[in-house]
């Protein structure tokens, strides 16, 4: 288990801007960083990070929280697994109970599989450099390839011995459970339930996550034979699913994020030369078409990609679908073409670092355009193949969403096509109809009820007509209701807000000025209940901590185990506005004030409306009550009450009212 020293300093030392940054692109708006949201899909930024309150809020789907939060629900890691993650960020070192391997791999399956992923990245770097098979068939093999040392370990390489069991033998023998071995595909069960290493005889390239973490592995054959496959991967797994993975962007999102761009090529060892040769802003699909996710995770940290491409027309036609995609979630794509059927790997080989450079940076060119050149030359001048060229570029032109491009691309192709402009932008409307008037047949089918050509509709279940009281008992389940937001709970969270932002704020209108706001308002609201669950803990915790003369930050509960809490203090603290410097200009003679300056307008009507409102609950109550019927004596009681209520709702209602912020 971590100490509470470790936590503490980690938590201090993390500086939320920092990690966001390796995750997002971050740009600079007033006080505040401002990117796309990498837990929903936008184009417009609404993902907000506050370097002064330590915090992100993203004002599109609502999510929120810490540095500590953001890599556990971002790289889905426990607890332990995210100040562990951190502390190595930031070089700090984690005191705990040393546990072998095998105890690592009984606390959770999850991180049992990390752990085990881990291990066998060691298991394949210690066979290469370390043993005299893998130095002279591994080694030899990479040395032969032009990679330096450095960029053997930077990118973990490894050799797998050609043996049946060398890895499943050493994992067991270090506590490892051959059920793990199976899952993440490290080893395969025979038909006896003997197990053997997938990767044997093969060298390993490593498949990392965005935080660096082993996930998989990828595994090139030194053999001739062409029955043995060239290369073998990891299978999908708890922890590794391709469709979500891009080899080498967690060593490529820093320089992706400097140079605004990102080099898209096929294999790994395209990857490992552009980073020897100094390009290291470049990913790799790993030889599988390319997906919506892996798309996702480029636009997080540039909207420019160069894909770069080996020459093969036939892999070049096929790949025009993917990229396809990347047009159609808003990225800028440009390609470049290697000659002679060289890849980026053996161009590197043949002609050295500055060769490549220079043709890269001079050889880049419009996806559209490219796609257009390319498919004109397989029409051999017949008008038909011809059309067909024609509305194959302007479906792609009407999946980009910028209606500016757009126009730009419908205009240039025109001249390249010997096109009026008129017909294609007709063609492109054509396929903007179709494509919605699909889209809304297919709404109109999923929502459409069953019909006798479906079949008999399914019936409910026998439970499906009980009221939650009747469920409740007889012991079924009831389904949580969603919570009804009150004006009551709106003032209840107003003081928490007030509470989490100038708690420990003067009130420099109360005696002699030295007493926070937090004690204050605690004592003015000590005959108030509140009926909000969160706001409730949140305003306890303050109660608590002013009877030892502190008051809780506001980061206390960003990462508290209740989600409500965690989400409400977050909401507390954050705006997706904030005041423009332009509005205070001594020049003009313009300036606006900030809440701060009217902290005893605000704290005063906050109490007086939540105790207004808690008064005319109570007058509510006394009308049902009357309306019931009572006795005379009851009766004089409840009017008594009743009166003096009045008068307090009334007296509060004064005090609103000639209250004005000045």
């Given at each position: 288990?971590?100490?509470?020293?470790?936590?503490?300093?980690?938590?201090?030392?993390?500086?939320?801007?920092?990690?966001?940054?390796?995750?997002?692109?971050?740009?600079?708006?007033?006080?505040?960083?401002?990117?796309?949201?990498?837990?929903?899909?936008?184009?417009?930024?609404?993902?907000?990070?506050?370097?002064?309150?330590?915090?992100?809020?993203?004002?599109?789907?609502?999510?929120?929280?810490?540095?500590?939060?953001?890599?556990?629900?971002?790289?889905?890691?426990?607890?332990?697994?995210?100040?562990?993650?951190?502390?190595?960020?930031?070089?700090?070192?984690?005191?705990?109970?040393?546990?072998?391997?095998?105890?690592?791999?009984?606390?959770?399956?999850?991180?049992?599989?990390?752990?085990?992923?881990?291990?066998?990245?060691?298991?394949?770097?210690?066979?290469?450099?370390?043993?005299?098979?893998?130095?002279?068939?591994?080694?030899?093999?990479?040395?032969?390839?032009?990679?330096?040392?450095?960029?053997?370990?930077?990118?973990?390489?490894?050799?797998?011995?050609?043996?049946?069991?060398?890895?499943?033998?050493?994992?067991?023998?270090?506590?490892?459970?051959?059920?793990?071995?199976?899952?993440?595909?490290?080893?395969?069960?025979?038909?006896?339930?003997?197990?053997?290493?997938?990767?044997?005889?093969?060298?390993?390239?490593?498949?990392?996550?965005?935080?660096?973490?082993?996930?998989?592995?990828?595994?090139?054959?030194?053999?001739?034979?062409?029955?043995?496959?060239?290369?073998?991967?990891?299978?999908?797994?708890?922890?590794?699913?391709?469709?979500?993975?891009?080899?080498?962007?967690?060593?490529?999102?820093?320089?992706?994020?400097?140079?605004?761009?990102?080099?898209?090529?096929?294999?790994?060892?395209?990857?490992?030369?552009?980073?020897?040769?100094?390009?290291?802003?470049?990913?790799?699909?790993?030889?599988?078409?390319?997906?919506?996710?892996?798309?996702?995770?480029?636009?997080?940290?540039?909207?420019?990609?160069?894909?770069?491409?080996?020459?093969?027309?036939?892999?070049?036609?096929?790949?025009?679908?993917?990229?396809?995609?990347?047009?159609?979630?808003?990225?800028?794509?440009?390609?470049?073409?290697f000659p002679d059927g060289n890849d980026p790997d053996s161009y590197v080989q043949k002609y050295?670092?500055?060769?490549?450079?220079?043709?890269?940076?001079?050889?880049?060119?419009?996806?559209?355009?490219?796609?257009?050149?390319?498919?004109?030359?397989?029409?051999?001048?017949?008008?038909?193949?011809?059309?067909?060229?024609?509305?194959?570029?302007?479906?792609?032109?009407?999946?980009?969403?910028?209606?500016?491009?757009?126009?730009?691309?419908?205009?240039?192709?025109?001249?390249?096509?010997?096109?009026?402009?008129?017909?294609?932008?007709?063609?492109?409307?054509?396929?903007?109809?179709?494509?919605?008037?699909?889209?809304?047949?297919?709404?109109?089918?999923?929502?459409?009820?069953?019909?006798?050509?479906?079949?008999?509709?399914?019936?409910?279940?026998?439970?499906?007509?009980?009221?939650?009281?009747?469920?409740?008992?007889?012991?079924?389940?009831?389904?949580?209701?969603?919570?009804?937001?009150?004006?009551?709970?709106?003032?209840?969270?107003?003081?928490?807000?007030?509470?989490?932002?100038y708690g420990a704020e003067l009130a420099t209108w109360e005696g002699d000025g030295d007493v926070p706001v937090a004690p204050l308002l605690?004592?003015?609201?000590?005959?108030?209940?509140?009926?909000?669950?969160?706001?409730?803990?949140?305003?306890?915790?303050?109660?608590?901590?002013?009877?030892?003369?502190?008051?809780?930050?506001?980061?206390?509960?960003?990462?508290?185990?209740?989600?409500?809490?965690?989400?409400?203090?977050?909401?507390?603290?954050?705006?997706?506005?904030?005041?423009?410097?332009?509005?205070?200009?001594?020049?003009?003679?313009?300036?606006?004030?900030?809440?701060?300056?009217?902290?005893?307008?605000?704290?005063?009507?906050?109490?007086?409306?939540?105790?207004?409102?808690?008064?005319?609950?109570?007058?509510?109550?006394?009308?049902?009550?009357?309306?019931?019927?009572?006795?005379?004596?009851?009766?004089?009681?409840?009017?008594?009450?009743?009166?003096?209520?009045?008068?307090?709702?009334?007296?509060?209602?004064?005090?609103?009212?000639?209250?004005?912020?000045?």
């Amino acid at each position: 288990m971590i100490t509470k020293e470790t936590i503490d300093k980690v938590l201090d030392t993390v500086r939320i801007e920092e990690v966001v940054g390796d995750f997002v692109e971050l740009k600079k708006r007033g006080t505040s960083l401002i990117g796309n949201c990498p837990f929903h899909n936008e184009k417009t930024p609404s993902f907000h990070v506050s370097v002064a309150k330590g915090i992100y809020k993203c004002f599109g789907c609502g999510v929120g929280g810490d540095s500590l939060k953001f890599v556990m629900e971002l790289e889905k890691y426990s607890y332990p697994e995210a100040i562990r993650y951190l502390a190595d960020k930031y070089n700090i070192g984690i005191e705990e109970v040393q546990r072998s391997p095998a105890q690592l791999a009984a606390q959770d399956k999850r991180e049992s599989l990390y752990v085990l992923s881990n291990w066998a990245g060691k298991f394949f770097k210690e066979q290469l450099l370390q043993t005299s098979l893998g130095q002279t068939i591994g080694l030899s093999y990479f040395k032969e390839r032009g990679y330096r040392e450095d960029i053997i370990k930077k990118f973990d390489l490894g050799y797998s011995p050609d043996q049946w069991t060398a890895l499943s033998d050493a994992a067991v023998k270090d506590g490892f459970h051959k059920d793990y071995l199976k899952e993440i595909g490290l080893s395969i069960e025979r038909d006896d339930g003997s197990i053997y290493d997938r990767f044997r005889g093969r060298v390993i390239f490593p498949i990392h996550n965005l935080t660096g973490r082993i996930i998989g592995f990828g595994g090139r054959t030194l053999k001739t034979e062409k029955s043995v496959p060239k290369y073998v991967n990891s299978p999908e797994s708890e922890i590794y699913h391709k469709s979500d993975v891009l080899y080498g962007l967690n060593f490529a999102k820093k320089a992706i994020m400097d140079k605004d761009t990102c080099y898209l090529v096929e294999g790994y060892a395209d990857v490992i030369s552009m980073h020897q040769a100094g390009v290291e802003n470049v990913v790799s699909s790993s030889g599988t078409s390319l997906t919506t996710g892996q798309i996702r995770l480029i636009s997080r940290f540039t909207k420019n990609v160069v894909i770069l491409y080996d020459g093969d027309a036939a892999g070049i036609k096929a790949s025009l679908r993917g990229t396809d995609m990347l047009l159609e979630e808003g990225l800028n794509v440009k390609v470049l073409l290697f000659p002679d059927g060289n890849d980026p790997d053996s161009y590197v080989q043949k002609y050295g670092s500055s060769a490549f450079k220079e043709y890269v940076a001079a050889h880049q060119e419009d996806f559209i355009f490219y796609k257009t050149n390319i498919l004109l030359k397989d029409t051999g001048g017949d008008p038909i193949k011809r059309a067909e060229v024609i509305r194959d570029v302007v479906q792609s032109i009407a999946l980009i969403p910028d209606e500016i491009k757009v126009s730009v691309f419908i205009q240039q192709c025109s001249n390249l096509l010997d096109m009026e402009e008129r017909v294609l932008l007709t063609e492109l409307n054509k396929i903007r109809l179709q494509k919605a008037k699909t889209q809304e047949k297919k709404e109109v089918a999923s929502s459409r009820p069953a019909t006798m050509d479906s079949g008999p509709p399914e019936m409910p279940p026998a439970d499906f007509f009980l009221t939650d009281q009747e469920r409740s008992e007889i012991g079924l389940p009831v389904a949580e209701q969603p919570q009804v937001i009150t004006p009551e709970i709106l003032q209840e969270r107003e003081i928490v807000r007030i509470l989490l932002n100038y708690g420990a704020e003067l009130a420099t209108w109360e005696g002699d000025g030295d007493v926070p706001v937090a004690p204050l308002l605690l004592n003015a609201l000590d005959d108030i209940s509140f009926e909000d669950r969160p706001s409730a803990f949140i305003v306890d915790v303050f109660k608590r901590k002013a009877e030892d003369f502190e008051i809780p930050e506001a980061r206390f509960f960003f990462s508290h185990e209740d989600k409500e809490v965690q989400d409400l203090a977050i909401s507390c603290v954050s705006s997706p506005y904030e005041l423009s410097p332009n509005w205070n200009d001594d020049k003009r003679k313009i300036y606006v004030s900030e809440e701060r300056e009217h902290l005893k307008e605000l704290t005063i009507q906050a109490v007086y409306r939540i105790k207004k409102r808690k008064v005319e609950r109570e007058m509510f109550k006394i009308r049902e009550e009357l309306k019931l019927g009572a006795s005379a004596e009851d009766m004089e009681i409840l009017l008594s009450k009743y009166q003096k209520l009045k008068e307090a709702a009334k007296l509060l209602g004064g005090f609103l009212g000639n209250i004005v912020v000045k």
